[in-house]
């Protein structure tokens, strides 16, 4: 129930820029977490300029890895006039999904006649999800953490046309989300996943393109 309510603020929060959205934002890139292996991360932002150097907006992001360790057990090797084939058993398959959901504000200063450099702070919530299958001992877990985020990073971007920009960003990503796990001997325990590291990205944003 905490983290619904965290993320409904987020969202009733930024629903005046909503209201005004004036710029798009798709990027990609990779994150490397310190508790889980470096991965892609994709997000979409929508916002508003305030002026020509401040501007704010909600960005969801989505980080996902998968781990799989597969062992070959034949082999037909190719002969004249044939195609070879390896037949592999997966042992082990993890994966871990982050989304954070991020309440952004951007501060854009002109460094040259078509060259911006970008300063980005932002907080937010996250969900966390790891799921872990071992298949040579039969089992199957699945584990839900959540909790607050935040991020700090620069970048710098060049116009692409009147109304789209190509931008790169360094960001660092700060997040520990975590799961209550009941008690043990009369006191509160929880575990947690630390998911802070940096990340870069590329992207594109459209002007007067959103909602």
């Known amino acids: 129930?905490?983290?619904?309510?965290?993320?409904?603020?987020?969202?009733?929060?930024?629903?005046?820029?909503?209201?005004?959205?004036?710029?798009?934002?798709?990027?990609?890139?990779?994150?490397?977490?310190?508790?889980?292996?470096?991965?892609?991360?994709?997000?979409?932002?929508?916002?508003?300029?305030?002026?020509?150097?401040?501007?704010?907006?909600?960005?969801?992001?989505?980080?996902?890895?998968?781990?799989?360790?597969?062992?070959?057990?034949?082999?037909?090797?190719?002969?004249?006039?044939?195609?070879?084939?390896s037949t592999y058993v997966t042992e082990i398959e993890n994966s871990t999904t982050l989304i954070p959901i991020m309440f952004n504000v951007v501060l854009v200063t002109q460094a040259g006649p078509n060259f911006d450099l970008r300063f980005t702070g932002g907080v937010g919530y996250e969900l966390l999800w790891v799921n872990e299958n071992n298949y040579q001992d039969g089992y199957e877990d699945t584990r839900f953490y959540s909790g607050f985020a935040w991020q700090v990073g620069a970048g710098a971007s060049i116009p692409m046309s009147r109304n789209s920009d190509i931008f790169a960003e360094a960001m660092y990503h700060g997040g520990s989300p975590s799961k209550d796990e009941g008690k043990e001997l009369g006191l509160p325990v929880r575990t947690e996943v630390d998911m802070s590291g940096f990340m870069v990205r590329l992207g594109i944003r459209l002007y007067n393109f959103g909602f």
């Open 1 to 85: 129930m905490k983290h619904i309510l965290t993320i409904l603020m987020i969202l009733i929060f930024s629903a005046g820029i909503f209201a005004q959205g004036s710029f798009t934002d798709f990027k990609i890139g990779l994150l490397m977490p310190s508790d889980a292996e470096t991965g892609f991360i994709g997000g979409i932002g929508f916002g508003k300029m305030v002026d020509e150097k401040v501007g704010a907006g909600l960005e969801l992001n989505y980080y996902g890895k998968t781990f799989t360790k597969e062992t070959k057990v034949a082999e037909d090797p190719a002969t004249i006039g044939t195609t070879g084939s």
